[in-house]
């Protein structure tokens, strides 16, 4: 096993909610991300996967710290980068970068490709002379697959596959270590996004790249992650490998979630049972006592009501043994971590 190049311990995400207009006060917070622990391995890709909502956007934010974590703590490659200033934190940025959801809105319209592809480039090395810098954008469109002299057009003379491409390149200029793809190709054609994710696996191939990887789309994580965390209402309930997530789903929104994946075969998919969540997802501003899971879960016990589940393996849960000692989901045993 690898060194962790991330490692997020105990994370915490609150946006306080206010009321008033000259005079503000504090009436409560909304807990986006509540008690989140996690390790990203170098070379590997760890996914997040949950219902719209669940807290998987807004942990890959504080990662990056493009938002301010409430508490808990961030190690990039060693180093504590929770409470760096914006002039500490500029070497790590440089290390870390996002690709975005959205290629339609995540590129400036008003700027060529050359300028959007090269700007991490004059802003983290402006000394670099022109020349070089020309000369990086275009092995940067080349590497996605996009030809060189398409530096010089706009945005939008591009299809979403080709503007992602251009998102990914962007990500890709400053060499960075961590890459972050948030709903990377979810916002594509089921063609385009093979072709998307096929590049990107063949990127961290061959710049050795480690993935934070959000979706809700399980086909798609099935076949990019080499461990799948799995958040509901701000918290992890379930982290294992991903060939030992989809053969034996522990925790009960888990197994809801995979069971609700089309099967390709018609008869299988008429003769199978597919239980449904029951219910609508709690506000993160008032959540549920006890398990967060227990007003939708079909397993619920009395002590989910009022207990938060400790952690047994991998699973936050009270259907299993309780807490002997164990961390946090991910930070386990090894079998599953």
Do not use: W
């Amino acid at each position: 096993m690898t060194d962790p190049l991330i490692s997020v311990s105990d994370l915490k995400v609150h946006f306080p909610v206010t009321e008033g207009v000259l005079i503000t006060r504090q009436t409560g917070s909304v807990k986006a991300v509540d008690g989140v622990s996690f390790d990203v391995r170098k070379g590997e890709t760890l996914s997040l996967v949950g219902e719209s909502g669940c807290g998987k956007s807004t942990t890959a934010l504080a990662v990056l710290r493009m938002v301010e974590p409430t508490a808990g703590s961030i190690h990039f490659d060693g180093e504590n980068i929770t409470t760096l200033d914006r002039n500490a934190m500029r070497p790590y940025r440089q290390r870390m970068q996002m690709v975005y959801q959205d290629p339609f809105s995540s590129l400036n319209p008003r700027m060529k490709v050359a300028d959007i592809v090269g700007e991490p480039l004059r802003v983290h090395r402006p000394d670099q002379p022109r020349s070089d810098y020309r000369k990086r954008v275009r092995e940067l469109l080349d590497v996605v697959g996009l030809l060189p002299d398409m530096a010089d057009r706009y945005p939008h003379e591009f299809s979403g596959g080709q503007r992602q491409r251009i998102g990914i390149a962007r990500a890709l200029a400053l060499q960075p270590d961590l890459l972050i793809c948030d709903e990377a190709v979810s916002a594509l054609d089921v063609s385009i996004q093979a072709q998307v994710i096929n590049l990107l696996m063949t990127l961290q191939k061959e710049f050795n790249l480690t993935y934070l990887f959000i979706s809700h789309d399980l086909s798609v994580v099935r076949h990019v992650s080499d461990r799948i965390a799995v958040m509901y209402l701000g918290q992890i309930v379930e982290l294992k490998k991903r060939d030992d997530l989809f053969a034996n789903p522990e925790h009960p929104y888990t197994r809801t979630l995979l069971n609700a994946v089309p099967v390709a075969n018609p008869d299988l998919e008429a003769r199978r049972e597919q239980p449904l969540i029951i219910g609508e997802v709690p506000s993160v501003r008032n959540p549920p006592s006890g398990c967060r899971f227990h007003p939708r879960c079909p397993d619920v016990l009395p002590e989910c009501r009022t207990t938060a589940p400790g952690v047994h393996g991998n699973v936050a849960c009270h259907l299993y043994a309780p807490n002997d000692g164990a961390t946090l989901p991910g930070r386990t045993s090894e079998g599953g971590s």
